[in-house]
Structure formats: structure tokens, C-alpha cells
């Protein structure tokens, strides 16, 4: 069974650095991009990043831009990311997601064409 595990949130300082992980797992668990999202209390679950697993190919959402990086681990199956400058606004539970077929780099943004989601992991930055 397919499975995809978030871990590294927790409590952070305004301007801080937190780095999450994502690891894929399960028997026969191929996929094309890992996209990363989150959602706050009231809120929609929101794009935030995604990268491709072969050519690496990532996208960013623009509140993010410039303050977190996502990156891969092919040999691991693990993607991270990395978050710097963050602002209270980050305040989320943080989810990753496996788009299994190549659906056009466009959909990464989209979160219903994604097929396996983790279970997610608290971020909450202090102010």
C-alpha cells in the first residue's frame, strides 16, 4: 500500500528556518511530482510547492517564493522542504501529495489531481 509520511513541523519563531520531509513508501509506489500544501484553521488547502521526481522541476506558490526551497532524495524516496523567513502567516498543517501520472505541470498547483495524500504535519510560527 502506497504511502506518503510528513514529519519535522513544530513550533517556530517569526524569521526562523523549519525543514520538513515527506517519504514515499509502499511495494509498488511510483509517482510523477510530490506537491507539497497546507491548510489553515478556516481556510482551503492551499498550493504551496512541487517538484518533479525525474527531470526535478519544481514550482512554488508566490507567497513562498524566495523563502522556502522543496528538493529530492530520488535514492531515498524522500521530498523536503525547506522553509526560511517564516512569518506567522505560515501557520498551517503542511501535507504532501503524489501525483502518480504526468498530468501537465499546470495541474501541480490543483489539489484534486493528486492521488495519495499524508496525514500531515503541524507548523505553527510563533510572532
Known amino acids: 500500500q502506497e504511502q506518503l509520511v510528513e514529519s519535522g513541523g513544530g513550533l517556530v519563531q517569526t524569521g526562523g528556518s523549519l525543514r520538513l520531509s515527506c517519504a514515499a513508501s509502499?511495494?509498488?509506489?511510483?509517482?510523477?511530482?510530490i506537491g507539497w500544501f497546507r491548510q489553515a484553521p478556516g481556510k482551503e488547502r492551499e498550493f504551496v510547492a512541487a517538484?518533479?521526481?525525474?527531470?526535478?522541476?519544481?514550482y512554488y506558490a508566490d507567497s513562498v517564493k524566495g523563502r522556502f526551497t522543496i528538493s529530492s532524495d530520488n535514492a531515498k524516496n524522500t521530498v523536503h522542504l525547506q522553509m526560511n523567513s517564516v512569518k506567522p502567516e505560515d501557520t498551517a498543517v503542511y501535507y504532501c501529495?503524489?501525483?502518480?501520472?504526468?498530468?501537465?505541470?499546470?495541474?501541480?498547483?490543483?489539489?484534486?489531481?493528486?492521488?495519495?495524500w499524508g496525514q500531515g504535519t503541524q507548523v505553527t510560527v510563533s510572532s
Open positions: 501529495a503524489a501525483q502518480v501520472f504526468n498530468r501537465g505541470s499546470y495541474t501541480l498547483t490543483l489539489r484534486n489531481m493528486y492521488d495519495h
Open positions: 509502499g511495494r509498488s509506489f511510483s509517482s510523477y511530482a
Open positions: 517538484i518533479t521526481w525525474s527531470e526535478r522541476n519544481t
